[in-house]
């Protein structure tokens, strides 16, 4: 069963993995993301984190809470995302989420706060 936080740390802080491996092993063919109210589908998702991987250096995923009950899913996370440029974007990140029956996510829908956007000095 994937976790957010799993999920995360594949997809951008395990270069062993490509964006596609680390898809296919988190979300199931048909997902579906809603994120602070719009809708993507898996290879709009799939464009996103090619885009994300590439201008985030480093994420670190601190989770507040977490809930399982069956193939339903919600957690509570902050997220700390370094870009490349320095740039640093820490937000707070409402998931409520239902995986397939291989544990994947299915569909995942969130509400993120931004907690504060700083750069950093090199």
Known sequence: MSTIKEA????FNNPQLSAE???NRHFGPD???RTNGSWDNRPTF????I???ETVKQATITVLDELVDGERY?????VDLVRHDGERIRQEVYVFAQRDPAGRFARIEE???ILDNQQETP
Do not use: G, N, P, V
């Not at 919600?74 to 902050?78: L, Q």
């Open 21 to 23: 491996e680390a898809i």
């Open 74 to 78: 919600a957690e509570r996370h902050i």
């Open 51 to 53: 885009h994300l991987r």
């Open 111 to 113: 509400t993120t706060l």
């Open 8 to 11: 995360i740390e594949d997809l």
């Open 31 to 33: 997902f579906r993301q």
């Open 46 to 49: 799939f464009a996103r984190i």
